[in-house]
Nanobody, 125 residues
């Protein structure tokens, strides 16, 4: 069974940085658009951003407005991972972060059927 696995979560101070990675066994991530999603306590899940697949030669990316300029999404094909670099973290970024196969559009991301288990990100002083 194909599964995605997130890593890299933890505690960061406001203004700090974390890098989340999404890895897969039995799945070449480069063949799929991959999305990042997050869910904070008591809130609905929201799309953070996404990156296109290898068939999109520019590796098109989308990021929600609240993280633009602070977060970036990239691929490391040698490691078969998709990374979410998070800089200038804010307390409101606190959430469980998930990666998933996705449909990636210019202004939103839709999850598909394959998800990771999530990784906790806490931003607090």
């Amino acid at each position: 069974q194909v599964q995605l696995v997130e890593s890299g979560g933890g505690l960061a101070q406001p203004g700090g940085s974390l890098i989340l990675s999404c890895a897969a066994a039995g799945l070449n991530l480069d063949d799929f658009a991959i999305g990042w999603f997050r869910q904070a306590p008591g809130k609905d899940r929201e799309g953070v951003g996404c990156i296109g697949n290898t068939y999109d030669s520019t590796y098109f990316t989308y990021l929600r407005d609240s993280v633009k300029g602070r977060f970036t999404i990239s691929r490391d094909n040698a490691k078969n991972t998709v990374n979410l670099q998070m800089n200038s973290l804010k307390p409101e970024d606190t959430a469980i972060y998930y990666c998933a196969t996705a449909e990636c559009f210019s202004d939103y991301v839709l999850p598909l059927e394959t998800w990771g288990q999530g990784t906790q990100v806490t931003v607090s002083s």
